[in-house]
């Protein structure tokens, strides 16, 4: 199916995220070539929430928002996993995102 193989190639790449930053569904998707799926990006990030060796909680949304928190267990558990790493949040937002931002590296 090829959702699958979207969603393990998504998997590939977040699982390179460095410890203490984060990317967004939109780099992610460019870096697999398909610009316009951040979308599927989030679905997903949504899907792996059993995969423990997938960072979902380094992945945010163009702006650096934690848009995806309500799919994490307890109220806060993403933005706890982030500032466990350094990472400032404040108001469900990543502070200083662009020190923070890491850039998947993009296939030719």
């Given at each position: 199916m090829a959702e699958d193989n979207f969603f393990?190639?998504?998997y590939i790449i977040a699982r390179q995220i460095p410890?203490?930053?984060v990317t967004s569904y939109g780099a992610i998707a460019k870096a697999l070539g398909t610009a316009r799926s951040a979308r599927m990006v989030g679905w997903a990030?949504?899907?792996c929430h059993n995969m423990d060796d997938v960072p979902a909680h380094r992945v945010v949304n163009r702006k650096g928002l934690?848009?995806?928190k309500h799919h994490f267990d307890g109220?806060?558990?993403m933005q706890q996993l982030l500032?466990?790493?350094g990472i400032e949040v404040r108001?469900?937002?990543?502070?200083?995102f662009e020190k923070h931002f890491?850039?998947?590296e993009i296939e030719l």
């Open positions: 393990e190639r998504v410890y203490g930053k990030m949504n899907a934690l848009s995806g109220t806060n558990l500032e466990n790493e108001d469900n937002q990543v502070v200083d890491w850039q998947p």
